[in-house]
């Protein structure tokens, strides 16, 4: 199912794409702490790889979401965590609600154009008080005529430096409870009344721009609102299980990369007479390791499967997301003992992803929100039967 000749042909576009134009300046947008985005985002959307299971009269190529996973896995090889997290907010954070709810005309202003390249896109839900509690945000958005009158900050935004505009989540009522006072809105950020504070600086990612901005009584018309009033949180629940399968699928060639790296390197570096690689515990460390990735790629094959079915895959990606935020702690820091003093060196891909990896079990859902996430379907929650 994730390997006809199509996937890979997909793959190998994909692939050909990163190893031409982003792989050779990743090292120099690291140093810059920033990439170009429309160039990149660009060259992708001429591929139509911006898109690939959004409708095509949007420009999309209206493919089904395995494709979009085929996709995914190959951003693992960017030599730049940054670099691939920036597309993946691009495809699969900022777009799924509007391309599912959003209007034909807020369809056509934004997502045509975001799909194409044109136009780099953002996701606004993280607040300084807000980050697993989306409930709590309060952000807020007041009707004033034709208009949302919109006060407050959104922190920790991907994107948020370059970003042409972003897809917000903010309270719209003052009633109903958390859960049914929200609402999705596409907010343009060359608007008055709208301040960025950034690139801020960060453990790793170094090439994404990363922003806090500012609100102050900044005007959106209501026809940027994406569906119903006061269904954001609903739809937010949504994008979040393609953001996690992501999440995961580009974690999967990511730790796969560093196995292999990890194998030249400990077979090439000699101590006490014979190859790193030659100790019993270091072969026998990297199989486990390499069994744990193909787990974890079978659970979300099983998962996206569901999706495009049209099952409800909140428990099974909720899984698949928690086994990456985990293994993406212990991989790369298993592989990078085997470097020895090498590893702690800057300049190396493996130190790189120690770092940038280090967000998976954070963003999009921390571990912990995953593992109650899995509880309540399991019946184990307080006070659930």
Aim: glycine share 10%; charged share 25%; proline share 3%.
């Amino acid at each position: 199912m994730f390997e006809t000749h199509e996937h890979r042909q997909l793959r190998a576009t994909t692939r050909r794409i990163i190893d031409e134009h982003i792989n050779p300046h990743c090292d120099a947008w690291e140093d810059a702490g920033g990439f170009p985005a429309h160039e990149v985002f660009r060259k992708l959307g001429e591929a139509g790889l911006l898109g690939i299971s959004r409708p095509t009269e949007y420009g999309g190529l209206g493919l089904d979401y395995t494709y979009e996973i085929a996709f995914a896995e190959e951003l693992g090889h960017i030599r730049s965590g940054g670099v691939g997290m920036a597309i993946g907010v691009q495809t699969d954070m900022c777009t799924p609600a509007l391309a599912r709810y959003g209007s034909d005309a807020l369809r056509r202003e934004y997502l045509a154009p975001t799909i194409a390249g044109a136009l780099v896109g953002c996701i606004g839900v993280t607040e300084e008080g807000s980050g697993s509690d989306v409930s709590s945000l309060r952000t807020t958005a007041v009707r004033d005529g034709d208009d949302y009158v919109i006060t407050g900050n959104k922190m920790f935004i991907t994107n948020g430096m370059q970003a042409d505009w972003m897809c917000m989540l903010c309270n719209t009522s003052d009633e109903n409870g958390p859960h049914r006072n929200k609402s999705l809105i596409v907010v343009p950020l060359d608007a008055d009344g709208v301040t960025r504070r950034g690139p801020l600086k960060k453990l790793g990612m170094h090439a994404s721009d990363t922003a806090q901005i500012f609100f102050d009584s900044m005007r959106v018309p209501r026809r940027n609102r994406i569906g119903e009033e006061n269904r954001g949180f609903i739809y937010q629940m949504e994008q979040f299980q393609e953001e996690r399968m992501l999440s995961v699928a580009k974690s999967l060639c990511l730790l796969e990369d560093l196995i292999q790296e990890t194998i030249g390197y400990t077979r090439s570096r000699k101590a006490f007479g014979h190859a790193i690689l030659d100790n019993q515990v270091v072969r026998f460390r990297l199989a486990e390791l390499q069994t744990e990735i193909e787990a974890l790629r079978a659970l979300l094959y099983r998962a996206v499967e569901k999706y495009v079915a049209g099952e409800d895959v909140t428990t099974l990606a909720s899984m698949a997301k928690l086994k990456a935020g985990q293994l993406t702690q212990i991989l790369p820091s298993a592989c990078l003992q085997y470097w020895g003093g090498q590893g702690y060196m800057a300049e190396n891909r493996i130190t790189r992803a120690f770092r940038d990896a280090r967000l998976t079990s954070i963003g999009g859902g921390a571990n912990e929100v995953m593992l109650e996430i899995i509880c309540k379907r399991m019946g184990t929650f307080p006070g659930r039967q």
